[in-house]
């Protein structure tokens, strides 16, 4: 590969993901910082990232890594496609949109774990910062925010169904899932403005691009970094088969998630350092913390055939298809404005113990709507019912392939480990059939397909579980904040022994909050802006 002289930047950010474009923005709002920010995908020109119906199209094919887990124990030995966004503005562009931020609890947990610096009062700031809330406001929201948040349009008759049922089985009805109280069911509120996805590329990095202080370079593949002693001096990288080197006078800030950012730094020979041996890796540093402490939600969805076409299904067919394109294009309304995952709730397995939710659900009004998730027959309309265990106990592992930059990396999730996530996720498709079965939604339903009529005992859901269970796109902790011997950084995100470099992404999490992590890894990126800036 022919090799270009390098460029000089303050800031090289590595990674355009969600954490990626919340820096960009930030740290170029000082005209005399020069901010360079590599992303490996192309730009955000799909027109299905920018309908809020487009998530269901985007779980697999050309903006995702095509990732699948190693085959995984306790889950039959299966391989599961593990889609992680490859485009600006990462998963924020290619998610479902929800808008969940966790319960403060988690965030309290995080200073028990060595985050110090990290409770929910201390970054509640950030997110009231970050948000901005269509509908909501108050001590709980922001209102200014970049990132647009508002309530779906108007929710399938399906989702509304649903609520009602999760009433029906006794769950209290909530209106705001990030309020004082997460416990209930409700309608999620979507990361959307004017009815389109509102990404961190849209809402961070599209107002800072006419800057002339910051330069995006996609389809950037990054091979490693530089360092001139302890420091962090530089990143290589390669388009079109070029490979070119971007110096860093201040910091880098690696944002290339919670399975690139492992990758990139054991590819720079920091990491365990049997595992670099073993791929012929000269070592900088022997962090054994690197890649551990894997964590992610296991889904396991339920799915429903219904008697009549009154899911979004319908528009399945080409006339109608056709129909709610233009409703969309004209108006900017109709079915094309839901995320699909429409409906949602947090709740207990043990409805006697805990003071918090220990799972959540996700309603969709659709089926077969994700990549590897069962649907109806041809030609009917369903619906789905995903639930997970909000804090897994379970831990995986990030590893090489190769030493080579272009293979992917080894992924084992190690779903299902411990046997305590078995069994409350197997409670929660328990509880996910009893939902179905409420009146409100059980007079729509011909037949709950997944799982049939023959799983009836606690074996029956668990085998279940162990069949149908996979990924929800929430990988976390591999790199994770801390002062112990297996944190991989301190609470500043400075990576330990090193000048010059901070990890600011959803890898440093020292553990799984309890909701979808969109939303904390853009206040992990405005903190880490807020650090950066103060120690500039």
Known sequence: MAREPADAFDYVIVGGGSAGCVLAARLSEDCDARVCLLEAGGRDTNPLIHMPVGFARMTTGPLTWGLTTAPQRHAFDREIPYAQARVLG????????????????????????????????????YFLRSEGNAILSGDWHGTDGPLGVSNIPDPNPMTRAFVQSCQEAGMPYTPDFNGPVQEGAG????????????????????????????????????????????????????VDGRVATVQAAQEILVTAGAIGTPKLLMLSGIGPAAHLAEHGIALLADLPGVGENL??????????????????????????????????????????????????????????????????????????????????????????LNSYTLRPASRGTVRLRSADPRD?????????????????????????????????????????????????????????????????????????????????????????????????????????????????????????ADLIRGNR
Request: charged fraction near 25%.
């Open 187 to 238: 309608v999620y509120q979507t990361t959307t403005r004017d009815n389109r996805r509102c990404s961190a590329a849209v809402g961070y990095l599209r107002p800072a691009l006419k800057r002339p202080n910051l330069t995006v370079i996609t389809r950037a593949q990054v091979l490693r970094l530089r360092f001139d002693g302890r420091r962090a001096a530089g990143v290589d990288y390669a």
């Open 408 to 528: 992917t990396p080894v992924v084992d999730p190690n779903f299902l480990a411990e046997p305590e996530d078995l069994r409350i996720s197997a409670e929660g498709v328990r509880i996910s059939v009893e939902v179905f079965r409420q009146s409100s939604l059980a007079r729509h339903i011909r037949a709950i397909r997944f799982p049939d009529a023959g799983v009836t005992t606690q074996v029956d859901f668990e085998t279940y579980t162990r069949r149908y269970g996979r990924t929800s796109y929430h990988p976390t902790c591999t790199c994770r904040m801390g002062q112990d011997a297996m944190s991989v950084v301190d609470p500043k995100l400075r990576l330990h022994g090193f000048d010059g470099i901070r990890i600011c992404d959803s890898s440093v999490m020292p553990s799984l909050v309890g909701s979808n992590t969109n939303a904390p890894t853009i206040m992990i990126g405005e903190r880490a």
């Open 90 to 125: 990462g998963g924020s562009s290619i998610n479902a949109e929800i808008f969940t931020r966790g319960h403060p609890s988690d965030y309290d947990r995080w200073v028990e774990e060595g985050a110090e610096g990290w409770g929910f009062k201390d970054i509640q700031p």
């Open 295 to 384: 964590q992610d939600h296991f889904g396991v969805d339920i799915v429903a055939e219904l008697n009549a076409h009154r899911s979004l299904d319908r528009y399945n067919r080409p006339h109608w298809m056709v129909w709610a394109g233009l409703e969309y294009a004209l108006f900017r309304s109709g079915p094309v404005t839901s995320n699909v995952v429409e409906g949602g709730a947090f709740w207990r397995a043990d409805r006697q113990r805990g003071e918090r939710p220990d799972l959540q659900f996700h309603f969709l009004a659709g089926a077969g709507a994700e990549a590897g998730v069962p649907s109806v027959q041809k030609g009917a309309s369903g619906i789905t």
